[in-house]
């Protein structure tokens, strides 16, 4: 009996500081995020602006990082597409983009929009937002809905965009199950 005490102990102290360290890194990105945010909307009140058409660059994420690209229909309406790669998969996300300018600075964009994801993983684990994990014993498809809300800055006089937004998603294959993830992107942009 005193060595099932001691097991169920061991479990409830791992768990407890598995749920510490998933807190402190939520703590830890969300201050990277905001002084981010700050840095962004500081430099943004100096800027001139500027428009442009395609741009194609890397997205690292929450869970997926990769590369992205992002094309202009018009003044404010995009389509971005990220091919993103994680531990034993890879998913690829389309998504139609509303563009708005942001606190009357026209170098910074705010934007919002939806779209859809596949891709597969391989067996192993998932871990989703809240820190629970998922197992897969063999491959899975992945194929859902996605979301995204963010503000994209254009440097100004040089051909690069900063990006910080989040993407709020919806499993349907392998779930379901709702999950979000930061994204933090950098593009080259061809006016």
């Not at 500081?17 to 500081?42: D, G, P």
């Not at 600075?105 to 998922?134: C, D, E, W």
Request: charged share 15%; no cysteine; proline share 3%.
């Amino acid at each position: 009996m005193a060595v099932r005490l001691l097991k169920s102990s061991n479990i409830e102290m791992a768990d407890a500081i598995k749920t510490k360290t998933h807190r402190y890194n939520i703590m830890k990105n969300t201050t990277y995020s905001l002084l981010f945010a700050v840095a962004l909307l500081f430099f943004a009140s100096r800027s001139k602006a500027q428009d442009y058409t395609v741009a194609a660059g890397l997205k690292f994420g929450g869970y997926e990082n990769g590369i992205s690209g992002k094309y202009f229909m018009d003044k404010n309406t995009s389509l971005e597409g990220v091919l993103g790669f994680r531990q034993h998969g890879v998913i690829f996300s389309g998504l139609y983009e509303i563009n708005q300018e942001a606190f009357d600075v026209p170098a910074l964009k705010f934007y919002y929009g939806f779209g859809a994801h596949i891709g597969s993983m391989g067996a192993g684990q998932y871990q989703t937002f809240n820190g629970n994990y998922r197992y897969y014993n063999n491959a899975q498809l992945f194929l859902g809905i996605d979301g995204v809300v963010g503000l994209e800055y254009l440097i100004p006089e040089s051909p690069i965009a900063v990006s910080l937004d989040l993407n709020p998603r919806i499993e349907l294959a392998a779930g379901p199950f709702v999950d979000l993830a930061p994204g933090l992107g950098v593009k080259y942009v061809f006016k």
